[in-house]
């Protein structure tokens, strides 16, 4: 679906991806994929990944399971809810998030971080509303 396409464009140009250098796949209505790869420039002192990376795989991905569902404007996240569950030091932060309730005045999306072996690193619910910010090129939409 070209509505897809334009949202992982649009994520993939954002700045505040360039550290990370991660890959988003919208696969359905309300259903998104990010991948984040991660080395030890992620770590925290005691040489895990530090929580703020599991929050931003889940955040972005339960987001753009939100955002696939509105065609028109950009989604805000209103509250996240994030559960730590395992430590991981190497490899590859894998987010599944599907949106669980779309309903006009807010939505919700329920993911799940693993590791690249399928092991569960953390859960995390984000409730989204719709903003006041169309859609379009200026934000990346293309």
Do not use: W
Not at 26 to 41: K, Y
Not at 92 to 109: G, T
Request: glycine content about 8%; charged content about 25%; overall charge negative.
């Amino acid at each position: 679906m070209e509505h897809f396409r334009k949202l992982e464009r649009m994520y993939h140009a954002a700045p505040c991806n360039d550290e990370t250098d991660p890959t988003l796949h919208i696969e359905d209505d309300g259903v998104a994929e990010l991948r984040i790869e991660v080395d030890e420039s992620y770590h925290h002192a005691a040489g895990g990944v530090h929580g703020s990376y599991y929050f931003k795989a889940l955040d972005d991905a339960t987001f753009f399971a939100a955002n696939s569902l509105v065609e028109d404007v950009f989604v805000l996240t209103t509250d996240f809810h994030l559960q730590l569950t395992r430590p991981v030091s190497t490899g590859e932060l894998v987010a599944r998030a599907e949106v669980v309730n779309d309903h006009p005045k807010q939505l919700i999306a329920d993911g799940v971080l693993e590791d690249g072996e399928g092991n569960q690193l953390a859960r995390g619910t984000g409730t989204f509303a719709k903003s006041g910010v169309e859609l379009d090129a200026e934000v990346g939409y293309e």
